[in-house]
């Protein structure tokens, strides 16, 4: 226990989010002295966190304290845990735009108590059916990525085909009274939170610099979100457009959106920027329900997510490798640990830059999955020194994936047992920063992460889905369903995922000290986006560690070889929740996001 607790001590993370703008250096700069107080003492557990939430009859997990009032309102009422996670999705959308909203897509996990299956479903949308790779080269005038603004990037959205495809299979209140709290929320207005404030203020900032070197149409999204600036902590928000909008899909269901009079207002809009999408590319939007897999770790953790198109499949290789060494021979803070979690981490990226894709156009190889290729990838790690670059693996078959996704990531259980895993996103920067004519939402811009090498197998092509960042995840324990988890941020999330299992099943760490605790985040490698031939741009990458790390653990890791960078901000680390239910009482635990704004709570 005592070395338990040191271990905790060594990793505690104690200081708040900056203003740094993003991509900036600022980001890595210490706060005022006088601003680094350590935390108060508890009575139990780790004195740095926080307890973890206890209930039985039901529990939600956001990050945003009304959007988890949503969801219970929703279970209080009789909704069952699908029906709260789409109002809490829609409340989001509202109440976090820097994050989510209608205009991206959705990925969920869900445990269906009555089966005792879990069901994943891939709710990404497609690119433009009648555009070719020659002719998006074209738009982008001799450019070798897609931007992160303007039309280009923009793929259908496809959050609302979700809500509608999981309300079909497992909802039971009708979807006008699940979006109803929104609506009223949108039209009477709630105040900003904290973080999502300062989102607000970075996104405002970027729109404007990108606008210098992309133009694009920003007049509605001004007008929706910034028409007397970003919106401030505790300023009251109100968008009645999105009312509308919300209130119009409540009434008249999903085609409303795909194929009536909302679809004509995106569609006119898109055309009128240059886009090649039609009202037939809206029409034939489908999600697709996906069968998640499971590997397993050790002392009885299994760790189960989605197929590609995300990079799910990017921590069950990380577990595959990470269970070929005992890492809790070390303390969680140490050198060792560190170094195997971010050779792990590089070794599966290597093969998510060259294999995660669209699986109706690329099959995954599922080779990459057994424990054998984990053995064979664990063998490639120098226990003392970084290697300098990895390979992908050598499986014959023939997306930027690193960047800071906003993102949001939400749970709900219900007393029955029914656990939602949800993660939804615009990708990069509140999205591509175009607003489709009084609609109030902001379409995607995760396009971005399509390949424009065409041998690639995330090559741009008509009618296929990008590489995704977003992936939710869940746990069993002993072969029972015990666990929702989600860590958001881009390509923090297969990793952060690891990192807080790890917490868990090698260190004994309670649900909310597991995501309180500092984390790293290797940013760098080889991407989903580059061309398959020729060097890696960035093939050791950077460590980025929190500032709960050790000093003796970050000066061994650099003498290991690490390019090991201090992140005092918490921006990049990502946002977590989860909730447990133990198997023989229904009791639940919740934990949430000490670097967001978020709130977990049952009753």
């Known amino acids: 226990m005592n070395r338990l607790l040191a271990a905790c001590a060594a990793i505690a993370l104690i200081s708040a989010p900056s203003q740094a703008q993003p991509d900036e250096a600022a980001e890595t700069e210490a706060r005022p002295v006088g601003e680094q107080i350590g935390s108060g003492g508890r009575p139990v557990g780790a004195i740095w966190s926080r307890s973890p939430v206890h209930a039985e009859n039901g529990m939600a997990a956001t990050a945003h304290p009304l959007a988890t009032q949503v969801a219970l309102d929703i279970l209080k009422s009789g909704g069952n845990a699908v029906d709260a996670a789409i109002a809490a999705n829609a409340a989001l959308g509202l109440m976090e735009p820097t994050g989510n909203g209608i205009g991206g897509d959705l990925f969920a996990i869900i445990y269906d108590p009555a089966t005792g299956k879990l069901h994943g479903i891939n709710g990404s949308g497609r690119s433009p059916s009648g555009q070719t790779l020659d002719q998006l080269n074209e738009k982008l005038g001799g450019a070798d990525s897609l931007p992160p603004v303007g039309v280009l990037p923009v793929t259908i959205p496809g959050t609302v085909d979700a809500w509608f495809a999981m309300h079909e299979r497992f909802g039971s209140k ?298 939710p995840a869940f746990v069993k324990k002993d072969g029972q369903p015990y666990m929702t988890l989600g860590l958001m941020g881009g390509g923090m999330q297969p990793q952060g995922h690891v990192q807080v299992l790890i917490n868990i099943a090698d260190y004994g760490m309670n649900l909310q000290e597991a995501g309180d605790a500092a984390r790293i985040n290797h940013d760098g490698g080889r991407q989903p986006t580059e061309p398959l031939s020729g060097p890696s741009k960035d093939p050791l990458g950077t460590l980025n560690v929190e500032p709960g790390i050790p000093a003796e653990t970050v000066a061994a890791l650099e003498a290991m070889g690490h390019n090991v960078r201090l992140v005092r901000n918490g921006i990049m680390f990502g946002g977590y929740q989860a909730i447990a239910r133990d198997p023989e009482t229904g009791v639940l635990t919740g934990a949430t996001e000490m670097r967001k704004d978020g709130q977990a709570q049952g009753y």
């Open 174 to 471: 009708p979807m006008a009274d699940i979006l109803a709290p929104t609506v009223t929320y949108a039209r009477e207005g709630h105040p900003v939170a904290p973080v999502i404030g300062m989102y607000f203020d970075r996104a405002l900032k970027a729109f404007e610099r990108r606008q210098e070197t992309t133009p694009f149409e920003f007049d509605n999204a001004r007008a929706t979100w910034f028409a007397d600036g970003p919106p401030k902590a505790g300023e009251i928000y109100r968008n009645p457009d999105l009312g509308q909008t919300l209130e119009t899909i409540g009434r008249e269901g999903r085609d409303a959106f795909y194929e009536g009079a909302l679809a004509q207002v995106m569609v006119d809009y898109l055309q009128r920027q240059g886009s090649a999408y039609t009202l037939e590319d809206f029409a034939n939007h489908t999600s697709t329900w996906v069968d998640p897999a499971c590997v397993t770790y050790r002392n009885g953790f299994d760790l189960c997510e989605l197929p590609p198109n995300g990079q799910g499949f990017a921590a069950l290789q990380m577990v595959n490798i990470l269970k070929n060494i005992d890492l809790a021979q070390w303390e969680r803070g140490s050198p060792e640990v560190i170094h195997y979690i971010t050779e792990a981490k590089r070794l599966a990226h290597a093969d998510v830059a060259r294999f995660y894709a669209d699986p109706d156009f690329s099959p995954f190889p599922m080779e990459l999955l057994t424990d054998e290729y984990g053995r064979e990838r664990f063998a490639l790690i120098d226990p003392a020194r970084a290697t300098p670059e990895f390979a992908p693996g050598t499986i014959e078959i023939e997306p930027k994936l690193e960047g800071e996704g906003d993102t949001t990531y939400l749970t709900v259980v219900d007393g029955n047992g029914l656990m939602v895993s949800l993660i939804q996103s615009n990708y990069r920067g509140m999205g591509s920063g175009l607003v489709p004519d009084g609609l109030g939402f902001m379409f995607q811009d995760r396009g971005e992460l399509y390949s424009l090498d065409p041998d690639h197998p995330n090559a741009y092509e008509p009618s296929k889905r990008p590489f995704q960042t977003i992936i």
